[in-house]
């Protein structure tokens, strides 16, 4: 699958403490091993002069305490609160200074967040998709992308997920409904 740099951006999402270190709340061992695909990819997308967007994961203390139905707190537990260390981006993946960092407070990366303002102004019509949840925030950000008229490649190998069966589900549904799926190594960047 060959990839144009100018018209590309690597989403990386959640690869935070919380979800992807053996001492975060949320912690996955499926998380942790993403890590270095992610890495890898990361790498190869920045050296191709492709835009990297890392998205975080953030909830104010205060955020479900009002809520109808919608409470991630009561669902998952108390995770990746704002200002905390789980909240924070793995060492392992330094942001750079041009990266672009979305901090988003649900499971949609586009849900009252800047991110497709900001890819519309730097001209970005498809994005590559990587990070954790499989099934979670990147299943969720990859289908708002697709209904946003961005198109949505999702990179298998470099998932993060509670169980493996979590990846396998997400990977399918994603194909399905709203976009395409590759491995690493099938892209030309």
Known sequence: MHVEADRTALVVVDMQNGFCHPDGSLYAPGSAEAIEPVGDLVDRAR???VQIVYTRDV????????AHYYDEFDRWGEHVVE??????????LPVADDDHVVVKHTYDAFYQTELEGWLNAHGI???LICGTLANVCVFHTAGSAGVRDFK???VEDALGYIEEGDREYAVDHCEFLFGEVTMSEELSI
């Open 59 to 66: 909830h104010p203390p205060e955020q479900f305490d009002d």
């Open 83 to 92: 200002d905390s260390w789980e909240a924070e981006i793995v060492d392992d």
């Open 125 to 127: 019509d498809d994005l």
């Open 47 to 49: 050296d191709a002069g």
């Open 152 to 154: 949505p490649v999702v």
